[in-house]
């Protein structure tokens, strides 16, 4: 499986971004899914996810902000990043785990956040 994320930038503090992940053409359904992100020099960091049977997950950081969401018509998971912070800029990662296999990574997009 190829995991392929778009949608990075660069956007001023208080704007949005909407990030996307692709599963070479896979469903989202069975698997447990979720946006990481990191920072230069630090580890990972969980930011949402949604687990196999549905339950939703988002780091305090983000709550109330951004939206972690999948259509499996188009065979797509999101993230709706609004009201972005400075804080928040950092290589995100889509994270797949079909039930039954390995997990899969993306390579990562950027998101800058500027003042």
């Known amino acids: 499986i190829q995991v392929l994320e778009s949608g990075g930038g660069l956007v001023q503090a208080g704007g949005s971004l909407r990030l996307s992940c692709t599963a070479s053409?896979?469903?989202?359904?069975?698997?447990?899914t979720a946006w990481f992100r990191q920072v230069s020099g630090r580890e990972h960091e969980r930011v949402a996810s949604?687990?196999?049977?549905?339950?939703?997950y988002y780091a305090d950081f983000v709550k109330g902000r951004f939206t972690i969401s999948t259509d499996n018509d188009k065979r797509t998971m999101y993230l709706q990043m609004n009201n972005l912070r400075p804080e928040d800029t950092a290589v995100y990662y889509c994270?797949?785990?079909?039930?039954?296999?390995?997990?899969?990574w993306g390579l990562g997009t950027q998101v800058t956040v500027s003042l």
């Open positions: 994270f797949l785990k079909p039930v039954g296999e390995v997990d899969y």
């Open positions: 053409g896979r469903t989202f359904t069975n698997s447990a």
């Open positions: 949604i687990s196999a049977s549905g339950d939703i």
